[in-house]
Nanobody, 124 residues
Framework: QVQVAESGGGLVQAGDSLRISCAASGTGLNSYHMTWFRQAPGKEREFVAALSRTSHTYYGDSVKGRFTISRGTVRNTVDLQMETLKPEDTAVYYC??????????????????WGQGTQVTVSS
């Protein structure tokens, strides 16, 4: 059974950087896309970044140029490096994984394996 778990969230100031990680476990992990979403209070879940099973990257418009998703140095981990953080980046960040086709990689509704989330708070 594939599972994911996030870590690395915290409180930072605007303009700072932060790296959060998603650790996956299970079998056949090389067949899964790894994706980050975020959700702020009162808002819908928002696509942040994704790493396809073939290692192509995808980014939401609000984070493109500031965030980078990559495979971690630890086996079966994916990192999200967040640069120039803004208060509007404050949210719970969730890791999700799926074998969905690439055309749906940005859609949270196609994901059925989620972590518990890690809180990222950016103060001004």
């Amino acid at each position: 059974q594939v599972q994911v778990a996030e870590s690395g969230g915290g409180l930072v100031q605007a303009g700072d950087s932060l790296r959060i990680s998603c650790a996956a476990s299970g079998t056949g992990l090389n067949s899964y896309h790894m994706t980050w979403f975020r959700q702020a209070p009162g808002k819908e879940r928002e696509f942040v970044a994704a790493l396809s099973r073939t290692s192509h990257t995808y980014y939401g418009d609000s984070v493109k140029g500031r965030f980078t998703i990559s495979r971690g140095t630890v086996r079966n981990t994916v990192d999200l490096q967040m640069e120039t953080l803004k208060p509007e980046d404050t949210a719970v960040y969730y890791c999700a994984t799926s074998r969905t086709v690439l055309s749906s990689i940005r859609d949270p509704n196609v994901y059925h394996i989620w972590g518990q989330g890690t809180q990222v708070t950016v103060s001004s």
